[in-house]
T-cell receptor
Framework: DAKTTQPPSMDCAEGRAANLPCNHS???????VYWYRQIHSQGPQYIIH???NNETNEMASLIITEDRKSSTLILPHATLRDTAVYYC??????????FGKGTRLSVIA | NAGVMQNPRHLVRRRGQEARLRCSPM?????VYWYRQLPEEGLKFMVY????????ESGMPKERFSAEFPKEGPSILRIQQVVRGDSAAYFC????????????????FGPGTRLTVT
């Protein structure tokens, strides 16, 4: 599975958009970009995934560059409950997820 | 529509005892994955199972650890003769069958079992 690079930490003011970047320059054509988050010590929570088109759901938006070498997860109106570690993962599906260190997002009131 | 269930949520064992962790996947899911998270570390894959089959156990320690996913009932992760280094959070995730018409499905995680070895 392709390796991803994320900043170790980010801050975001409550109510503002949180933009979390991820580099995956070695992604292959059949690999998807997945985002999960882990709030405190809970089980990881699936957020969104995409292949090459931008995606949006009730939780977030995912913007993938045209060359697919990087992506950005957008939480449009961050709340205190969005404070968590966010993981960007690339994989082909129905295989084990490989978690990196992720980005620790702190939403500040 | 219940999510992935894990029990117990907390388990305390003395060194040398056995630990049994259970995972019931989401309805309609036939793939189960076990991950371990040591204190202050990231999640690490342990084993991937389908009903009655181990697909990938490359992340499992060679000794004392075993996993099963029987035809009926939950998936079980068993740790024999526990040691203090086994203290961790153990998470189970499930996903659907790839042959259901889509290329793959996202994995949904349970709340985890926190094992403490004293």
């Amino acid at each position: 599975d392709a390796k991803t690079t994320q900043p170790p930490s980010m801050d975001c003011a409550e109510g503002r958009a949180a933009n979390l970047p991820c580099n995956h320059s070695t992604i292959s054509g059949n690999e998807y970009v997945y985002w999960y988050r882990q709030i405190h010590s809970q089980g990881p929570q699936y957020i969104i995934h995409g292949l090459k088109n931008n995606e949006t759901n009730e939780m977030a938006s995912l913007i993938i560059t045209e060359d697919r070498k990087s992506s950005t997860l957008i939480l449009p109106h961050a709340t205190l409950r969005d404070t968590a570690v966010y993981y960007c993962i690339v994989f082909r599906g129905n295989t084990p997820l490989v978690f990196g260190k992720g980005t620790r997002l702190s939403v500040i009131a | 529509n219940a999510g992935v269930m894990q029990n117990p949520r907390h388990l305390v064992r003395r060194r040398g005892q056995e630990a049994r962790l259970r995972c019931s996947p989401m309805k309609g899911h036939s793939h189960v994955y076990w991950y371990r998270q040591l204190p202050e570390e990231g999640l690490k894959f342990m084993v991937y199972l389908q009903k009655e089959n181990i697909i990938d156990e490359s992340g499992m320690p060679k000794e004392r650890f075993s996993a099963e996913f029987p035809k009926e009932g939950p998936s079980i992760l068993r740790i024999q003769q526990v040691v203090r280094g086994d203290s961790a959070a153990y998470f189970c995730a499930s996903s659907r069958d790839r042959r259901s018409g889509r290329q793959f499905y996202e994995q949904y995680f349970g709340p985890g079992t926190r094992l403490t070895v004293t």
